[in-house]
């Protein structure tokens, strides 16, 4: 099964994605495939910014003896 | 009466499980006075007010600051008759109270600390980026570690953190700051451990100038961030820390990214696509305008060399109709032109008959 790629993985592909538009491999004819990927990822990167949380655990151990 | 009679080590042996049961640990508070270290491992010294005077004894390696005479101390321990019957309070914790007797303390620390090289930057670790796990040593009440728990909640998630429940003023704070320290070392894969305690006076900080929690946190194999008190406090702590950060909100801050920045940078580049698709376009539209412009200025220019050219022929042939040479009054004499015979004349307007009277040949 595939794994699902991190928060970082997906800026970096982003930023891939991004840079593609101001490079000399840019075409225009296949411009409007690659802005709708780069809107997808954005979209999915959005998301789960907003929906990540931190795990905090006070530990049980006693620190006090 | 001969029936309770005593050894005088029997009588000394319950005069002191007296005293531990009575005075299991007592604080006092008082002044020091003829402090002194014996054969580097025994320390002997007054505590005492404006009536009486208190004998103390500790042993070295639990002397956690440096102390003078005449500085105001706060001791833990335990009265006790020696072998010899003679009192002394057996000193298990010992700290400067009052501004004066602490910053003396804390400027005797800080001196020998730095002597050794405690504090040399070259000893400082970076703290690692894309953190997962923290350790965080701090007391769960404090409005600092609120702070702290709600920033890092603001800018990031998907962060393991473990909290060690640990007080951060008072005598016993540094053992168990201490503790905390060794556990996450020994037992809890973090990748960074933070210290944090919101404001506080001198003496509510004085737990961070403690020199055994300070060689600890310079001995940890775990990089280690102080965020204690505000920004004008310096405790011998932040001193060893591989970073001090000035506050715990700005403990949350170093270790995390800020989602916020993150969500603007991630519209910025999706925006910056779209311009440049425009910008690619535009370009696209310019260059076929341009090519355009070039082809329509050829056709252009060759239509009017055709102009050109046929005017001239036109011009030219008008130059040879006949109509044209009558018009200036010249005649076309057509025929015969032998003696005798008629020859038609042709002029501008008339045709004429004419017959030949004579030939001379032109001279």
């Known amino acids: 099964m595939k794994e699902s790629k991190t928060i970082t993985e997906k800026i970096k592909e982003l930023e891939e994605k991004a840079n593609w538009f101001s490079s000399d491999e840019f075409e225009l004819d ?6 709708d990927e780069a809107i997808k990822l954005a979209k999915e990167l959005q998301k789960d910014l907003t929906e990540l949380k931190n795990e905090i655990e006070v530990l049980s151990e006693d620190f006090s003896k | 009466m001969e029936n309770n009679c005593l050894t005088p080590t029997q009588f000394l042996g319950i005069l002191n499980d007296t ?17 002194k270290i014996n054969q580097g491992k025994w320390v002997f010294f007054d505590i005492k007010d404006e009536e009486s005077n208190v004998s103390c004894f500790m042993a070295v390696w639990e002397l956690r600051m440096p102390i003078e005479d005449g500085m105001k101390v706060v001791v833990k321990g335990t009265p006790k008759m020696t072998k010899w019957g003679k009192f002394s309070f057996t000193v298990s914790n010992i700290k400067p109270v009052g501004e004066g007797s602490l910053k003396k303390s804390f400027e005797l620390l800080k001196k020998k600390l730095e002597e050794e090289g405690l504090f040399n930057p070259e000893r400082k670790r970076e703290i690692p ?15 600092g570690y609120a702070d702290f728990i709600k920033i890092l909640n603001e800018r990031w998630g998907g962060l393991s953190v473990k909290v060690a429940h640990t007080q951060v003023q008072g005598l016993e704070a540094p053992d168990q700051i201490i503790r905390a320290l060794r556990y996450f070392n020994e037992h809890a894969e973090v990748e960074v451990i933070a210290i944090i305690r919101g404001g506080g006076s001198m003496d509510d900080l004085s737990a961070f100038n403690d020199e055994r929690l ?4 310079a001995a940890s194999k775990i990089p280690v961030i102080t965020g204690i008190g505000h920004e004008v406090d310096e405790t011998l702590a932040d001193l060893v820390a591989d970073v001090r950060a000035s506050t715990p909100s700005n403990v949350a801050e170093y270790l995390t990214l800020d989602r916020g920045a993150i969500m603007t940078h ?5 925006n910056n696509a779209g311009e440049n698709i425009l910008r690619k376009v535009n370009m696209e539209k310019n260059v076929q305008n341009d090519k355009i412009s070039q082809i329509k200025n050829v056709v252009l220019t060759k239509i009017a060399n055709y ?5 001239e022929k036109i011009r030219l042939l008008d130059a040879l109709n006949p109509e044209k040479v009558l018009k200036q009054g010249y005649a076309i004499l057509s ?21 030949i009277k004579e030939i001379n040949e032109r001279k």
């Open chain 1, 30 to 35: 296949q411009a409007k495939e690659k802005y």
């Open chain 2, 19 to 35: 005293f531990a049961l009575q005075f299991d640990s007592i604080v006092i508070e008082g002044e020091v006075a003829s402090f």
């Open chain 2, 129 to 143: 980026k894309g953190l997962t796990k923290i350790g965080v040593i701090s007391s769960t009440q404090a409005a």
């Open chain 2, 214 to 217: 300070a060689r600890e946190i």
């Open chain 2, 266 to 270: 991630i519209n910025y580049m999706v």
């Open chain 2, 307 to 311: 102009e050109r050219e046929l005017s």
């Open chain 2, 335 to 355: 025929g015969d032109l032998s003696l005798g015979n008629v020859v038609k004349i042709t002029t501008f307007k008339k045709e004429l008959k004419a017959e």
